[in-house]
């Protein structure tokens, strides 16, 4: 096994960094909804009891410290819908449900504005934005959607959007001998095969991650470039196979090792095939996506 991949397999096993830590404060304060709107307000204590104090939930969690884990929590049950289109969050409210400080709640509110799941006004409050308003290529909400109601369709359309992003990204690779990447990418196969020898299920993923996100970067497209975490998440995601890159298995490693050697001989036909036939290892796709072209 070479370095890289003992590195690798090493640091699989530690705890995930999480999102950034806390930035500035709000524009302007979060003030509360006026009295009419306070009975609309959400009813806290109708969600999942386990929930509890924020603060002990850490495992499991994303995010550093208080800040990320409340990102998470709110995040979770907008998208789930326990937390309605209009409802209004009034910071008080928030931090008493959860037992935090009001400057750990108006920093998650900003960071769900930014993700376009909340609006905040002067003189009107914060209140949950509806799905159109959603940035709905945001990692977190595609992971939040995954695990909640709408995961069935979640995991369709991250289906079709890699079919549409990946095997143009595996073409255009083909024309850029970026020998640096290229190698990477033959590290990233070496290290998926070591990991599913061991059973090593979580090396694979992250592995399987890299590999995906180099291909994209090596296409030479900035556009395409900046949806390669979009591609990243959608490994990422658990609960049942999207592609063939979700289990371990002898098929998904075999169209990584030929994506790497369609590459080296600068074919893109046959990497574009590759990643076809990669993103079909499973029937459950197929019943989404076009059968693979012929070339």
Partial sequence: MSTLAQTMMTAARSADSGLAGPGELDRYPYTEAPGA??????????????LGRVGRRAAGSRGRGLHGQLVQQLGQMIVSGDLGADRPL??????????????VVRESL???????LVSARPNVGTRVRPVSDWNLLDPDIIEWRAFGPQRDDQRRELSELRWTIEPLAAR??????????????GDMVEIMGHAMAQGDSLTFS??????????IQLAGNRMLEHLSGIVSAA????????????????????????????????????????????????PEVERVVPAPREH
Avoid: Y
Wanted: hydrophobic fraction near 40%.
């Fill in 90 to 103: 009034v910071p008080e409210e928030i931090g008493q449900r959860f037992e935090v400080s009001r400057t």
């Fill in 37 to 50: 709107d306070r009975a609309g307000a959400p009813a806290w204590e109708s969600a999942d009891p386990e």
């Fill in 110 to 116: 900003r960071v769900l504005e930014a993700k376009g």
């Fill in 172 to 185: 255009l690779a083909a024309g850029h001998g970026r020998e640096e990447v290229q190698q990477r990418l």
């Fill in 206 to 215: 992250r592995a399987d991650a890299e590999f995906h996100s180099l291909l």
């Fill in 235 to 282: 490994l990422q995601v658990s609960g049942g196979p999207v592609t063939g890159c979700d289990r371990p298995n002898d098929a998904s490693l075999a169209h990584h090792a030929r994506i790497v050697d369609a590459l080296a001989a600068a074919d893109g036909a046959a990497a574009e095939a590759a990643m076809r036939q990669l993103l079909t290892v499973h």
